[in-house]
Each structure stands twice: as C-alpha cells, then as structure tokens.
C-alpha cells in the first residue's frame, strides 16, 4: 500500500521535497494511515508534518478520546498538533443548513488558518477509492452531469491533495491492523441517518451481492474515465472560450453570431467554463439553470445565477454580468425609496436625481455599465435606440462612455445616469407609486 501511495505522489505532483503539510486527521483509520504513510516519508522528502484535528462535539467523551488520541500519536511522532473544538450542530441549526454541509465548510476553515500560521504548502486529506465510489453514487442521483460523476480529484488547485485516492477502505484497514495502529472507530459510521452511509453500508453491500464480486474498483475505474473526458471538455471549453468570449467590467460577453455553429453540448459547456471561470466554481448550479441561459432568446431577458452574476441576453450577446449588491458599482450607490405620487413634491428632483412610475418596474433593479447591443427607449421619443447612438447623438466622448451608469430592471434600461429616463417607464396620469433615485443623497425640501 505504501508503495501504491508513492506512486500517486509522484504521478499527480501531489508532494515536493521540502513542502509542509496539513493533515486532516480525525483518528480514523483513514486519517491515521495517511499521518503514518507520510511520517514514513517524511525524512526521505524532508517534509514537515502538520496534523489538524477538529472536534465537531458530536459524540460526547468519544470525541475528546478522538483527540487525546491523534494529540499522543503527533507528541510520539514529532508532529506538530492544531486541535480545534467547534459545536457544528448548533451552527448548523444557526445557518439552517445540513451538518454535513457546515462539518465541511468549519474543517476547510480550520484547516486554511492553520496553512497561513504554519505557511504550509498543501493540506492532505485522506479520501480513497471507496470514498470515489460512494461520492459517485450520491451525484448520480442528485443529477449531475461529467463533473459531479467524474469522482473527487487527486489535486484541487495544488493546495487540497488527496494521497490515498487508490487504495481502497480494505487495504488501508489492513495496513492500520498490520502497523498496529488502533485508530479510533467513529460509531455514526454505521448509522445510516445519511445518504452516504446508506450508500456504504447497504447499496454496495448489496451490488457486490448482485454482480458477484467487488464493484468498487470497476466503477472507480468508469471515474478515470470520466476524468479524462472531463479533461477534455476542459480544454476544448477553454478553447471555445477564446473564440467566442470578451471580458468587460468584471463580466464576460459571449458572442452568440461566434457560437452559431457549435452543438448543444458543446454551447452547455462554454456556459459552464464561464461560470467557472468568473464564479470560481458550478457550487449549486444545476444543469436546468445552464438549460435556461443556453435558452435566452430575447433580448433583455435575464436570469439570476446568484446574488453576484446574472446572464443578459443582448441581442447577439449572452452576457454574464456583476449583480451590484445594494444596487452599487464601484464606489456609486444608487440610493433610491418608492413612494406615493402624492409625495413626490416633498424631494427635490433635478438632474442627478430622477423620478420614475414603480409599478412598470420590472423585477429587481440593477446597476452596470453598457453592453454590446443595448437599446432603450429615450424620454419623448417611440422607438428604441442603441445606447451608443444616444452617446453619440449627445456628443459624449468616448472617453466618458464607459463610465456611465445604466439603471436597469430584469427587462431593460430605464435611466441613463444623469441623462434621461426610459419612455417605458415615464410618470403619467395613471402613475400611481413612484421610484425616485440618485447617485447622490435623497434631498427632501423642508
């Protein structure tokens, strides 16, 4: 097994001689193989071994001898010890999220405050071959496409390593029982409370049943495959991106004339790299979500991918664009209040502060500078025109143009800042509720 071990090492880069390492180690067998395995190594690589151990006050006196135990095996072995004691289950009843999900979250936390006091250059978990296979299982049946079932990674941006990804649950207690280790057992393991341990403890018991034999290494080995084709996808994702993409103001505008010829896996797939590339990750983004952008066809159109981009569709643009939170870009802040039309008369309204009807808002407002294709429908006029029209015909320097606000609802431009308001969205006889905003300070006359 150690051997096995090595040679992931060396065939990922996962280790460089020299480096100082984070463990995760939680007591378990897992943990403790992987803590041992790299104290093996750790002369020959010249490696500094940091362990971290986080106490999720789950199991009462069980926990605490959890971490005596990993603190007398790191004072035995000359490694240094972080032990963090965090009540997840209170935190997790605090965020309303599962304890699974905050577990995580509060481990990665831990373990990124101690890569900074220690200034280490990797952080090993210890996730194998079964854990691949398990994770499989649970994407599978949420829905997820090459990424999600294409199993965990090896590396995750050359800080998050995983050295025991090919060697199996069996081996590694195997090797605990043969280098008498005596990890500690984690007894919620065999509750099957939760979707993975249903999938441990009764799916593949139960597949191994059926197809007699091991299914373990066959779907681990499907994985690899679908590693590979991820990786493909990847580079071709990145290429297409070259292609048919233009960063601009913290977004990026995918030209749809550009795309015309891909197919629709292959449109899916830019989408996707775009996301990444902007978002850092496809965390919570579903594949109806990509099916809906990839099905923007009108122009003006959006959809919210969270609280931080939307996608605009902008004539022959697919746009994914910054949500300004409180409705802000730069050091700008739109302020604005609806209110009845009866109190219009008590704020004072000139250039830089204008007044709009409410009720032909559409959706959240929103602020950004201009995109390739934008039209709005000027004060006193019928038809639209291209906003760089407009700046023309109102001698802007190009200069100044990007630097323009555009005040927008989830359907189209309604003020141009400091310039003049949407026709669409303009105060009448029937105007009833209105919006009045500013870049500067709400006045009211006194």
Not at 85 to 90: G, I, P, Q, R, Y
Not at 282 to 305: A, C, F, K, P
Not at 422 to 430: A, F, G, V, W, Y
Request: proline fraction near 2%; glycine fraction near 6%.
């Amino acid at each position: 097994m150690v051997d096995q071990v090595v040679s992931t090492i060396d065939k990922y880069g996962l280790i460089s001689p020299g480096d100082t390492i984070v463990m995760g180690v939680s007591g378990g067998p897992d943990s403790m193989a992987m803590a041992h395995i790299l104290l093996k190594l750790r002369n020959q690589m010249r490696l500094k071994l940091v362990a971290v151990h986080v106490n999720h006050l789950l199991r009462g006196d069980d926990a605490h001898r959890d971490a005596s135990y990993v603190k007398a095996f790191c004072s035995v072995n000359d490694i240094v010890y972080h032990q963090f004691d965090v009540d997840v289950t209170a935190r997790s009843l605090e965020l309303g999220e599962s304890f699974e999900a905050v577990g995580r979250k509060v481990r990665y936390d831990c373990f990124e405050k101690v890569v900074s006091i220690e200034k280490a250059d990797k952080v090993a978990l210890a996730h194998h071959k079964n854990d691949v296979v398990e994770t499989f299982f649970i994407n599978l049946v949420r829905g997820a496409g090459i990424e999600g079932l294409s199993g965990i990674a090896y590396s995750r941006e050359g800080k998050i390593i995983r050295p025991l990804l090919d060697v199996t649950r069996a081996q590694i207690e195997s090797y605990c029982e043969a280098e008498q280790l005596s990890p500690r057992m984690d007894v919620t393991n065999d509750e099957n409370h939760y979707l993975r341990n249903r999938i441990r403890n009764q799916l593949i018991p139960f597949m191994n049943t059926v197809f007699d034999g091991d299914v373990v290494g066959p779907i681990a080995r499907s994985t690899e495959i679908l590693k590979m084709d991820r990786a493909f996808w990847e580079i071709h994702a990145q290429r297409l991106y070259h292609q048919c993409c233009t960063e601009r103001h913290g977004g990026v505008s995918i030209n749809l004339s550009h795309t015309a010829t891909l197919t629709e896996m292959e449109m899916v797939q830019l989408v996707r790299h775009v996301i990444r590339l902007k978002r850092g990750s496809l965390l919570d983004v579903t594949m109806e979500t990509i099916n809906r952008i990839v099905g923007l066809n009108r122009s003006g159109s959006r959809i919210d991918l969270d609280d931080s981009y939307s996608f605009i569709r902008m004539h022959e643009q697919l746009v994914l664009v910054p949500r300004m939170e409180n409705d802000c870009i730069g050091e700008l802040k739109l302020n604005w209040i609806r209110v009845p039309i009866d109190d219009k008369a008590r704020y004072q309204l000139n250039e830089g502060c204008v007044a709009i009807d409410a009720d032909k808002v559409k959706g959240r407002l929103s602020v950004r500078t201009r995109q390739p294709g934008d039209r709005f429908v000027p004060l006193g006029m019928t038809g639209s025109k291209k906003i760089k029209d407009y700046f023309i015909d109102e001698k802007i320097p190009v200069i100044e143009r990007e630097k323009i606000l555009l005040v927008c609802d989830e359907e189209k431009i309604i003020w141009v800042q400091d310039r003049r308001v949407s026709e669409l969205c303009k105060i009448t006889q029937e105007t009833q509720n209105i919006i009045i905003m500013t870049f500067g300070q709400l006045v009211e006359r006194h």
